[in-house]
Protein backbone atom coordinates (compact mmCIF):
# COMPACT_ATOMS: atom_id res chain seq x y z
CA UNK A 1 0.00 0.00 0.00
CA UNK A 2 1.50 3.63 -0.77
CA UNK A 3 2.29 5.56 2.51
CA UNK A 4 -0.02 8.16 4.05
CA UNK A 5 1.15 11.96 3.09
CA UNK A 6 2.44 13.77 5.31
CA UNK A 7 -0.37 16.04 5.68
CA UNK A 8 -2.77 13.35 5.98
CA UNK A 9 -0.84 12.23 9.20
CA UNK A 10 -0.62 15.87 10.72
CA UNK A 11 -4.53 15.97 9.54
CA UNK A 12 -5.33 12.60 11.07
CA UNK A 13 -3.42 13.52 14.54
CA UNK A 14 -5.39 16.57 14.99
CA UNK A 15 -8.41 15.37 14.49
CA UNK A 16 -8.58 11.91 15.87
CA UNK A 17 -8.25 11.96 19.74
CA UNK A 18 -10.08 14.14 22.07
CA UNK A 19 -7.15 16.10 23.74
CA UNK A 20 -6.71 17.43 20.04
CA UNK A 21 -10.13 18.01 19.41
CA UNK A 22 -10.69 20.04 22.48
CA UNK A 23 -7.85 22.03 21.37
CA UNK A 24 -9.25 22.83 18.39
CA UNK A 25 -12.93 24.27 19.74
CA UNK A 26 -11.00 26.33 22.10
CA UNK A 27 -8.95 27.94 19.29
CA UNK A 28 -12.58 28.17 17.02
CA UNK A 29 -14.38 29.81 20.70
CA UNK A 30 -11.44 32.25 20.47
CA UNK A 31 -11.63 33.71 17.06
CA UNK A 32 -15.53 33.90 17.40
CA UNK A 33 -14.62 35.70 20.52
CA UNK A 34 -11.87 37.95 18.50
CA UNK A 35 -15.12 38.97 16.19
CA UNK A 36 -17.18 39.66 18.78
CA UNK A 37 -15.06 41.96 20.76
CA UNK A 38 -12.28 42.67 18.72
CA UNK A 39 -11.09 45.82 21.20
CA UNK A 40 -11.05 43.21 24.02
CA UNK A 41 -7.85 41.75 25.64
CA UNK A 42 -9.74 38.83 24.18
CA UNK A 43 -9.10 39.41 20.74
CA UNK A 44 -5.00 38.32 21.34
CA UNK A 45 -6.74 34.86 22.22
CA UNK A 46 -5.86 33.41 18.95
CA UNK A 47 -2.71 34.26 18.72
CA UNK A 48 -1.66 33.21 22.06
CA UNK A 49 -3.46 29.71 21.64
CA UNK A 50 -1.68 28.68 18.70
CA UNK A 51 1.88 29.88 19.69
CA UNK A 52 4.47 29.96 19.06
CA UNK A 53 3.93 29.72 15.01
CA UNK A 54 1.19 32.29 15.32
CA UNK A 55 3.82 34.79 16.63
CA UNK A 56 6.04 34.79 13.01
CA UNK A 57 2.88 36.95 11.68
CA UNK A 58 3.66 39.41 13.95
CA UNK A 59 7.06 40.50 12.23
CA UNK A 60 5.44 40.35 8.63
CA UNK A 61 4.48 43.97 7.21
CA UNK A 62 0.80 42.51 6.07
CA UNK A 63 -2.08 40.81 8.66
CA UNK A 64 -5.94 41.43 9.67
CA UNK A 65 -5.41 45.42 10.18
CA UNK A 66 -3.92 45.96 6.83
CA UNK A 67 -5.84 48.92 4.66
CA UNK A 68 -6.58 49.15 1.23
CA UNK A 69 -6.85 47.07 -1.96
CA UNK A 70 -4.79 43.86 -0.17
CA UNK A 71 -6.84 44.03 2.63
CA UNK A 72 -9.14 40.63 1.87
CA UNK A 73 -5.44 38.64 0.72
CA UNK A 74 -3.94 40.02 3.71
CA UNK A 75 -6.34 38.78 6.20
CA UNK A 76 -7.26 35.62 4.12
CA UNK A 77 -3.51 34.36 4.32
CA UNK A 78 -3.69 35.52 8.11
CA UNK A 79 -6.61 33.11 8.52
CA UNK A 80 -4.92 30.17 6.76
CA UNK A 81 -1.78 30.85 9.07
CA UNK A 82 -3.74 30.91 12.09
CA UNK A 83 -5.38 27.40 10.78
CA UNK A 84 -1.93 25.90 10.20
CA UNK A 85 -0.85 26.61 13.27
CA UNK A 86 -3.75 25.26 15.41
CA UNK A 87 -3.85 22.17 12.94
CA UNK A 88 0.03 21.98 14.10
CA UNK A 89 -0.44 22.82 17.60
CA UNK A 90 -3.23 19.55 17.91
CA UNK A 91 -1.49 17.47 16.04
CA UNK A 92 1.28 17.85 18.97
CA UNK A 93 -1.37 17.28 21.58
CA UNK A 94 -2.60 14.40 19.30
CA UNK A 95 1.09 12.73 19.46
CA UNK A 96 1.54 12.80 22.71
CA UNK A 97 -2.30 11.23 23.07
CA UNK A 98 -1.00 8.01 21.13
CA UNK A 99 0.04 5.45 23.40
CA UNK A 100 2.77 3.54 22.64
CA UNK A 101 2.56 -0.06 22.08
CA UNK A 102 4.83 -2.57 23.98
CA UNK A 103 8.21 -3.40 22.57
CA UNK A 104 11.07 -5.89 23.62
CA UNK A 105 13.32 -3.47 25.07
CA UNK A 106 10.51 -3.27 27.96
CA UNK A 107 10.36 -7.18 28.24
CA UNK A 108 13.95 -6.99 28.38
CA UNK A 109 14.03 -4.59 31.01
CA UNK A 110 11.47 -6.99 32.91
CA UNK A 111 14.26 -9.47 32.71
CA UNK A 112 17.30 -7.76 33.72
CA UNK A 113 17.70 -6.45 37.93
CA UNK A 114 16.72 -3.18 38.77
CA UNK A 115 19.28 -0.60 38.18
CA UNK A 116 19.99 1.72 41.17
CA UNK A 117 17.38 4.80 41.77
CA UNK A 118 20.06 7.46 40.12
CA UNK A 119 20.68 5.64 37.49
CA UNK A 120 16.60 4.79 36.74
CA UNK A 121 16.06 8.91 37.07
CA UNK A 122 19.01 9.55 34.85
CA UNK A 123 17.42 7.05 32.48
CA UNK A 124 14.02 8.48 32.47
CA UNK A 125 15.29 12.37 32.60
CA UNK A 126 17.57 11.17 29.09
CA UNK A 127 14.30 9.66 27.99
CA UNK A 128 12.12 12.51 28.23
CA UNK A 129 14.26 15.04 26.87
CA UNK A 130 15.64 12.88 23.65
CA UNK A 131 13.07 14.03 21.67
CA UNK A 132 14.43 17.72 21.82
CA UNK A 133 17.16 16.45 19.95
CA UNK A 134 16.82 13.32 18.06
CA UNK A 135 15.32 14.77 15.16
CA UNK A 136 16.05 17.83 13.10
CA UNK A 137 12.90 19.87 13.34
CA UNK A 138 13.21 19.96 17.25
CA UNK A 139 17.06 20.52 16.90
CA UNK A 140 15.97 23.18 14.31
CA UNK A 141 13.74 24.67 17.07
CA UNK A 142 16.44 24.53 19.83
CA UNK A 143 18.87 26.16 17.27
CA UNK A 144 16.24 29.23 16.75
CA UNK A 145 15.79 29.77 20.42
CA UNK A 146 19.41 29.87 20.99
CA UNK A 147 19.87 32.45 18.64
CA UNK A 148 16.83 34.38 19.65
CA UNK A 149 18.76 34.25 23.63
CA UNK A 150 22.17 35.27 22.58
CA UNK A 151 21.41 38.41 20.62
CA UNK A 152 18.78 39.43 24.28
CA UNK A 153 22.00 39.05 25.80
CA UNK A 154 24.22 40.43 23.42
CA UNK A 155 21.39 43.78 23.88
CA UNK A 156 21.48 43.52 27.19
CA UNK A 157 25.29 43.11 27.87
CA UNK A 158 27.25 44.84 25.06
CA UNK A 159 25.04 47.14 23.67
CA UNK A 160 23.37 48.40 26.85
CA UNK A 161 19.98 48.40 25.43
CA UNK A 162 18.09 45.60 25.31
CA UNK A 163 14.56 47.75 24.53
CA UNK A 164 12.62 45.04 22.80
CA UNK A 165 14.79 42.36 22.33
CA UNK A 166 13.66 40.57 25.23
CA UNK A 167 10.63 39.74 22.65
CA UNK A 168 12.44 37.35 20.57
CA UNK A 169 12.99 34.63 23.28
CA UNK A 170 9.28 35.06 24.48
CA UNK A 171 7.87 34.78 20.75
CA UNK A 172 10.22 31.70 20.27
CA UNK A 173 9.24 29.78 23.21
CA UNK A 174 5.82 30.93 23.49
CA UNK A 175 2.96 29.80 25.29
CA UNK A 176 5.08 28.93 27.95
CA UNK A 177 7.84 31.38 27.54
CA UNK A 178 5.01 34.26 28.69
CA UNK A 179 5.82 32.32 32.18
CA UNK A 180 9.10 34.64 32.62
CA UNK A 181 7.53 37.66 32.75
CA UNK A 182 6.12 36.25 36.52
CA UNK A 183 9.31 35.37 37.60
CA UNK A 184 10.59 37.49 40.95
CA UNK A 185 13.62 39.07 39.11
CA UNK A 186 15.45 40.86 36.68
CA UNK A 187 18.52 39.40 36.21
CA UNK A 188 18.96 38.90 32.39
CA UNK A 189 20.94 35.09 33.04
CA UNK A 190 17.51 34.13 35.25
CA UNK A 191 15.42 34.77 32.33
CA UNK A 192 17.53 33.00 29.94
CA UNK A 193 17.57 29.98 32.03
CA UNK A 194 13.86 29.83 32.49
CA UNK A 195 13.17 30.23 28.98
CA UNK A 196 15.23 28.20 27.22
CA UNK A 197 15.53 25.61 30.25
CA UNK A 198 12.02 25.37 31.03
CA UNK A 199 10.31 26.85 28.29
CA UNK A 200 11.94 26.51 24.92
CA UNK A 201 13.43 22.89 25.95
CA UNK A 202 10.02 21.98 26.66
CA UNK A 203 8.12 23.03 23.14
CA UNK A 204 11.50 21.10 21.23
CA UNK A 205 9.99 17.55 23.40
CA UNK A 206 6.82 18.50 22.24
CA UNK A 207 7.88 19.21 18.36
CA UNK A 208 9.96 16.30 19.17
CA UNK A 209 7.04 13.53 19.79
CA UNK A 210 5.11 14.79 16.81
CA UNK A 211 7.99 14.03 14.25
CA UNK A 212 8.26 10.57 15.86
CA UNK A 213 4.53 10.29 15.50
CA UNK A 214 4.56 11.66 12.13
CA UNK A 215 7.89 8.91 11.06
CA UNK A 216 5.89 6.23 12.44
CA UNK A 217 2.83 6.77 10.53
CA UNK A 218 5.08 6.99 7.38
CA UNK A 219 6.80 3.54 8.68
CA UNK A 220 3.39 2.03 9.40
CA UNK A 221 0.80 3.52 6.56
CA UNK A 222 -2.92 2.95 6.90
CA UNK A 223 -3.97 -0.21 5.02
Known sequence: MPQTSLPRRLLALATDNWPART????VGVSVAA?????????????????A??????????FGPGTEGPLQALAFGSWTVW????ALVNAAVLGALAKRSTPTTTTAQKRTTSAPP???????????LLAPAVDNWPA???LAMVAASLAFF???????????????????????????????????????????????????????????????AG??????
Open 153 to 215: LCADYILADPTFAGLWPLMATAPAGFLAFLLPTSSPLVFVAATMALCGLANAVLLGHLAHRLR
Open 82 to 85: LLLC
Open 34 to 50: MFVAPESPVAAGPLILT
Open 52 to 61: PLSLVSVILP
Open 23 to 26: YLTV
Open 117 to 127: TRTRTLARLRT
Open 139 to 141: RAY
Open 218 to 223: AAHPAT
